[in-house]
């Protein structure tokens, strides 16, 4: 193997590779402190450092060993070049709803390349098709790459760029579109979308996936034949997320985009409705909506797409001893708003007000979530939360700090307007507040 | 009323109060845009404005009310003192354990002036008998006010404050400690002191509520019970929180200081413990531990203090479109350690990369959480987790982001060499840490 094959290999790492003859793709035996592993020997990224190989081992997981002197490395087998042959398409069923499937990127968009463990995107219909053959029971289904990300490389400027391309597929006149995505910023984006789609005409789905699909244990096949079913046929038309209500694969569920979040690193059904119920319910391929109040789908409405967001603005957690000049720091950039994840009922230490009140001086926006997650904030009940209130910070009721901070990037992209800026803050616009003593539980029972 | 008073009151609120002849704990009736608002008038603190009214509704609730020219004020009953005489404190019985309570303040540590509405701290031991007559069959209770903050006013220093507080106790020989805390920033405290109250010999229980004394709904009693109760006679000498299991009175969960986190703004079962079985509960005045992975009691055992934090750590929470450079601020401020918290395994933009090396490259130890709470961080599973950690971050497996925080305060208040400083990070020296497989479940149940 030489450096030029862009295997990513540099230093100790590569020399003991080019020692055991071994290339990208073959399977070796890495012994080391009486240690024996074996797997195939997989390409590094850009910022790989000189001391690991990684190695693909036969459960699916990647491991990366350190290479000491006493470490013996073996070729054992030789890759092969992988065989991967698409069956054609079915014909599609003029009958059924016309769904857009739009990739992102993230573990669900991904088909991994069993012989170097290497990722690549995999949703063009013929793909997908052979990978999920029911989805042609349901829809006739387009597929498009748009962007090939793992969702934490997600950047303000790409949920425009979904938000046009969603856009232009119902301006097509698509039934329903599904955003296959990675699932670490998931919740962000599907707030993002809730802001920048509005009137939808159909549902517009994100879907993606808690184990890549070279697991066993892989959700990506329900949970997509679970968007693609709401996309096609879910009687509402809003923005929501699809993923496992539960560790097993009985049924989906559909999240409102603003009122989602990931709360678990790795479980199947790590999505949960916060402060609100969830959407709807999927199981058996029939959906049922789990409240009465949602935007129903009605293909005769006119969606309005606003898809420009701002990035200065910003969202801050606080903790005990938290520094505040960094509040003047975003003043001093010239952020436009900050997102205060607060305390309990809403509250920061007083050793932050003087840089609050410096802050609400220049014409920032500064407004109050909670780190609880879980319940309403309520900056009347203590002396602390109205001197907050009085200092100019705006208590945003029961929505996420995660949705917080994503409608107030969206609404410096629809104007400069302070004051018209605040008044939007405040306004339901799209599910983000629920009302209260509505909803009142923790975790997912 | 002359602003002599310290009312708090000025400008146009202190006009209208002054024409209606009301005076601080007068009920007054006031009307405006034909709402009718009656309740007892209470001091504003130093930041109320001069535009609002505050009065207390019959409810317990406080509201402020801005006055504006259409709006009468009228006094329609006088304020009576308040008349609290507290009982004679019962014999204590020499067969009981001692218990020593420290109050820092907060809620639990509060009793209303029904008149006016203000709080002030109440946990002399006739007071506490007064409220919870049920605490002198249960143990010899010996209360001290250390401080009378909310929690979310409490900073690292305070934390040594109470450490050093608690260790005297201990070393007194009193058989168990409480201490009385609001629930704002209960969690990172309870770490906190798990960190600084090494080898202990007796249990060290932290107590808060939910809801103030003078409301039906109050836990105050229920949970200064579960307290009392283990510190006398649990089993176990940990730092540990006691908070209502349910939203009923039922029964009261002690979790782990270090696992334990506030979620939800007002439910009476706000506290759950995360990544991590609850230690004990409490029911019927009984312990039952639901863990067998705790530390004894032990009396012989010699308590190790080290109550020193710094200041130089800060929280980062991650969101798609966050300014990078904000690291590098932190850098420039000479902070000693930065707690990344991630999005699911444990991942950030790439766009952070250069800032990230940069703070490595400085001496900052910089460490990641995971902003879903539930789960662990894994950085092995896809190349962007590797690249972090070739740029030398260190994952926190399933630690708290909160508890990280707090344990890397403490660890530079111990050590100032990096290295050292590292180690510490990654051992598991509270029970921070658990063990993989033992426990996955999200929310209570």
Redesign the interface.
Known sequence: MSEKEESGYKGEALKAIIKAEAEIGDIIRVTKNGQVYEGILIP??E???EK?I?IKLKNG????IRVTPDTKIEKIGKGVKPAFTPPPPPVQNPELPKVAVISTGGTIASRVDYRTGAVRPALTASDLYSVVPELSDIARIDTQILLSL???????KH?TEIAKNVAEKIEEGTEGVVVAH????MG??AAALSFALQNLPVPVILVGSQRSADRPSSDAATNLIGAVTAAAKAPFAEVAVAMHETTSDTAILLHRGTKVR??????R??F?SINAPSLARIKDGKITMLTENYRKRDPTKKLVLKPE?S?K???????????P??ID?FVE?GYKGIIL???????????C?ESLRNAVKHNVIVAMT?????????M?????G??LQ??GVIPLEDMLP?TA??KL?WIFGQTENVEEAKKLLKTNITGEFSPRTTF??????
């Open positions: 590094r990224s910022y790989g450092d690991h990684v997981y990647n491991i990366g793992f969702s934490e490389n997600i950047e303000p949920w990675g699932t670490d910023t962000y984006t990931k709360c678990h690193t790795s479980r059904d790590a949960k967001f990035d603005v910003a969202l801050l957690k606080f903790h005990p001893g938290m520094n000049s960094i720091w950039k994840e607060g305390t309990g009922l809403g509250h920061v230490g007083r050793y007000f909670s780190q609880c997650i879980w319940g309403r904030v309520n009347n009940v203590y002396d602390q109205r001197d009085a200092l995660e901070v994503v990037m009142d539980k923790i975790g997912n029972k």
